[in-house]
């Protein structure tokens, strides 16, 4: 019997990207919903969707937990059409949540149910961006299968680029055309005083190119915590934009998390986030 939610016939235009992790904690999530406003805000339709079954959160860091009627799995059993289910972004036009839920038996959705779904949404908008369950469950299984692309956070911490490692060597088992790592969280004081690693030192480690580098920055930790848009003029949301220009014009410019700790007034920047 063919799937309500397979609306449309025409051929899928947009690009479905799978954003995952080794492990938790590493920012994905919240990376996840920037990207989908600075896309929106670039004009290009973009819906973000929600495989973490259980652990689900993108509808807290989208600010529309409330507003949840329908979720993916409504779709997958027919119980709705994916427009139905879709929810606009309170922050951002030309954003949309295709949420997850909060308690199901995970094993009765399969990689086809999401699959279809996400080749539905590819008629609609210009970027799917899938939320994947941090690890190699079942879950992480279930979202790389129905993605074109894949994209690896992971921090410059060795237990986390040991975990992308494994992540990766999975990924290249699928369809995936490309698979790019975006380091999150990077300390740039440090990074210039060789306390951690580069952005060149985990393209080497991961053999995958980097798209992105994204610094510790509070104003991404206001998502987190409030759900609140990331600043436009902080270097969290200058970094991401320039992760989502690379991504979608291959610009190949990431940002320079060193640049501020450089030279005289850097010196002192150093020193004085040591003194924090």
Do not use: W
């Not at 992790?21 to 290009?44: E, P, Q």
């Not at 949540?97 to 199901?104: F, R």
């Not at 690896?152 to 040991?162: E, F």
């Amino acid at each position: 019997m063919e799937r309500q939610y397979a609306e449309k016939e025409a051929q899928p235009m947009a690009r479905s990207i799978v954003v995952t992790s080794g492990k938790g904690g590493v920012g994905k999530t919240t990376l996840t919903v920037n990207m989908g406003r600075i896309f929106a805000s670039m004009g290009l339709k973009t819906v973000l969707v929600d495989t973490d079954m259980g652990l689900n959160n993108l509808d807290v860091l989208t600010g529309v937990e409330n507003k949840v009627v329908y979720d993916i799995v409504d779709v997958i059993e027919n119980r709705c059409r994916v427009k139905q289910a879709l929810i606009e972004d309170t922050q951002t036009t030309g954003l949309f949540v295709l949420p997850s839920v909060h308690s199901y038996d995970k094993s009765r959705v399969d990689a086809q149910s999401v699959r279809a779904v996400t080749a539905s949404l590819k008629t609609r908008f210009d970027y799917v961006i899938i939320d994947c369950p941090a690890g190699i469950e079942l879950g992480f299984h279930r979202a790389v299968a129905s993605a074109d692309e894949a994209l690896v956070v992971t921090t410059p911490h060795l237990s986390a680029i040991r975990d992308a490692d494994k992540v990766i060597k999975l990924i290249k088992s699928y369809e995936i055309k490309k698979i790019s790592v975006v380091l999150n969280r990077v300390r740039g004081d440090k990074e210039y005083s060789g306390e951690t690693i580069t952005a060149a030192d985990v393209s080497e480690m991961l053999g995958v190119s980097v798209a992105g580098v994204v610094p510790e920055d509070d104003g991404i930790n206001a998502l987190s915590s409030l759900s609140e848009p990331c600043k436009k003029r902080s270097d969290g949301y200058r970094a991401t934009e320039l992760l989502c220009r690379n991504i979608h014009f291959g610009s190949g410019a990431i940002y320079d998390a060193q640049r501020k700790y450089r030279g005289l007034f850097g010196g002192i920047k150093r020193r004085m986030r040591k003194i924090v």
